[in-house]
């Protein structure tokens, strides 16, 4: 690994008018994390801490996007649009600051790995002043192409300028480059705006660089690495790629994945080892979830901490702040929200479960809730330890169930329940001999005579 001193330039300053959004193009999200919160991870995991981000301007939203992912990055504004050289150029006083390398990634270019960022710093060690990355296009119509001789890159052509036998080349440009840091400026510089558009483009840096006798090389990704990211049809094919590397990691990481293609996971999602996940399972951004744990079909969890042996779903719905113990079960049609449940609890079906915390060994019985909410404030139930709730119970917070307490099916329980009480609160049952079938009989004569 490369001991000099780099900055990456990040170029966020496209409007994406093809996303047909009011929000800016590169905080479109992939597996719960902006298209630019995914470029500025990337550089972290690739030891790259020194950071310039260029904006559009007006753009504060994607700033306090900058602000909260990378606050040490600085924040550069492009207010006119005359290419991507000219963009680069708007950071000139951080790649001023005399670093060895610079790195140009895009926002819309989220699915680039660390180790292609390395082994492009690696050949600005081997004495490259430019290394651009390229990519073997399946379909390279409309790329611009690398002329390469060996390992030396002679030229970026776009397609429009290439020749026919220039066009038949698939080995293609992605955007990307790594500078030599010493005199990235003054290549920059050097670069014209001498095409149709009068504009400044990155390309062109190569020529100048050879023009200067300097060395110019390449690197190869992947094309799926290096895809950007214009519409939102190619926004869901990058989320499917994304997904499938979430997927193979999980996988390689000890979890078993009983239908690996309709599980979705988050960027954030940890699964510990010998987690069995069933199919069509979401998991939801800040989800922790420890070994030897069972999530069956069709569940949703987000923003929640499951811990060893429990079992959640099927069709269950863990929200945000909940907390489900060693050992405990949320069944199926479950959903939690701000709960906390001990360990071995069980809550086996068909149950709402709000802010509320559930003792080790509590049983909630089938169609229960938590009335947790008076339409202004939100209320705390908590329930002790082995405490017993029977099935169709409503529990009207705020109110405490004590450890070992028994409440009987079909209760409305408004106030405190003591440890190893019972507590049973429903209409007093009443009893007619023979009225179903007076009932019946009456309803008859109404139907015959049209009375009904």
Known sequence: MTDKKCIAVVLAAGEGTRMKSDMPKVLHSLA??????????????????????VIGPNRDDVASEIGSLAPKASIHVQTERLGTAHAILAARESIGQNYDQVLVLFADTPLIEPATLRAMRSRLDDGSAVVALGFEAENPHGYG???????????????????????????????????????????????????????????????????????????????ADVMGVNDRAQLAVAERILQDRLRKKAMVNGASLADPSTVYFSHDTVLGRDVVVEPNVVFGPKVVVGDKVQIHAFSHIEDATIAPHASVGPFARIRPGSKVGEGAKIGNFVELKKADIGAGAKISHL?????????????IGAGTITCNYDGFFKYKTVIGEGAFIGANSSLVAPITIGAGAYVGSGSVITKEVAPDQLAVARGKQMAKDGWGAQFRAASQEKKKAGKA
């Not at 719960?32 to 981000?53: P, Q, Y």
């Not at 149950?351 to 049983?363: F, H, K, L, P, Q």
């Open 32 to 53: 719960g994390r902006s298209m630019l919160g995914h470029v500025l991870n990337t550089l972290h995991e690739a030891d790259i801490t020194d950071i310039a981000v």
């Open 145 to 223: 192409r690398f002329l390469v001789d060996g390992a030396t890159l002679l030229a970026i052509r776009e397609h429009k300028d290439a020749s026919e036998a220039e066009r038949k080349v698939s080995l293609c440009n992605s955007g990307l480059m790594a500078i030599d840091g010493k005199r990235a400026l003054e290549l920059i510089d050097s670069i014209g705006n001498q095409n149709a558009q009068k504009e400044y483009y990155l390309t062109d840096i190569v020529d100048v660089a050879r023009q200067h006798s300097a060395k110019t090389s390449y690197e190869i990704a992947p094309e």
């Open 351 to 363: 149950s709402y479960i709000g802010d509320a915390d559930v003792g080790a060994e509590a049983n």
